[in-house]
Nanobody, 126 residues
Framework: QVQPVESGGGLVQAGASLRLSCVASEASERTLSGYHVAWFRQTPGSKREFVAG????????YYGDSVQGRFTISKDDSGSTVYLQMNSLTPDDTAVYYCAAHHLSVYGDPQEYTYWGQGTQVSVSS
């Protein structure tokens, strides 16, 4: 099993960039290297939205329509850290961002995922 842990959130102005990171907690039995990993985001009262996903070997990436061309998901060489580079941020990107892991595939439906991090807040001011 794996317990994702997110970091890198914060408060920025519109147009700025942030990079989020996701790693497996020290208590996890495994690292993220063997998992397909996705980022979701959620605002109060809204459903969790798929942002980006990457397959276990980093060869395939997927993006939600609202972030296509602005966000980039990647893995480090070891595969144990997953990044979400967020550029040209707008106030609409304000949300809690969650990292999720799955051992079979990248899914756009958050209900498919068992392993979730606690989330990191991203706030973008206008």
């Amino acid at each position: 099993q794996v317990q994702p842990v997110e970091s890198g959130g914060g408060l920025v102005q519109a147009g700025a960039s942030l990079r989020l990171s996701c790693v497996a907690s020290e208590a996890s039995e495994r690292t993220l290297s063997g998992y397909h990993v996705a980022w979701f985001r959620q605002t109060p009262g809204s459903k969790r939205e798929f942002v980006a996903g990457i397959n276990w070997d980093g060869r395939h990436t997927y993006y939600g329509d609202s972030v296509q061309g602005r966000f980039t998901i990647s893995k480090d060489d070891s595969g144990s850290t997953v990044y979400l580079q967020m550029n040209s941020l707008t106030p609409d990107d304000t949300a809690v961002y969650y990292c999720a892991a799955h051992h079979l595939s990248v899914y756009g439906d958050p209900q498919e995922y068992t392993y979730w991090g606690q989330g990191t807040q991203v706030s973008v001011s206008s």
